[in-house]
């Protein structure tokens, strides 16, 4: 899975990540926001913790929307080109911010990119 090559030092954020898709086979109605409120009522601490934006300084290639994926009805973005390395600023564990991209402001989701070792 593409995403796990961008949880390393993200332990919560990938913690979620597994909790939802095992919830997912019991319960099917299953969503993030449920399981964020299931969180916050038996760890408000860790909660607060997941997906916060922290320094994260990685190489990353822009692979774009991908002809076959679900993303490729998203509308072309105009800053990145396919096949081009880009360094990130920091990461909440789905998005990444750099600091030419809006200077700073804007996040661009990590599917996007493949990480560069």
Known sequence: MKILQHEEGFLKEQL?????????????RVTARKLCSIIRFISPQFESELFMVR???????YIGRGKD???????RNLFFVVGNVY?????????YSFDAYDNG???IGCVYFERIT
């Open 16 to 28: 979620f990540r597994i909790s939802l898709i095992c919830l997912g086979y019991v319960w099917r």
């Open 55 to 61: 320094p994260c300084i990685r190489k990353l290639r």
């Open 69 to 75: 994926s679900t993303l490729a009805s998203q509308p």
């Open 87 to 95: 360094v990130s600023k920091d990461f909440n564990g789905a998005t």
């Open 105 to 107: 402001q804007r996040r």
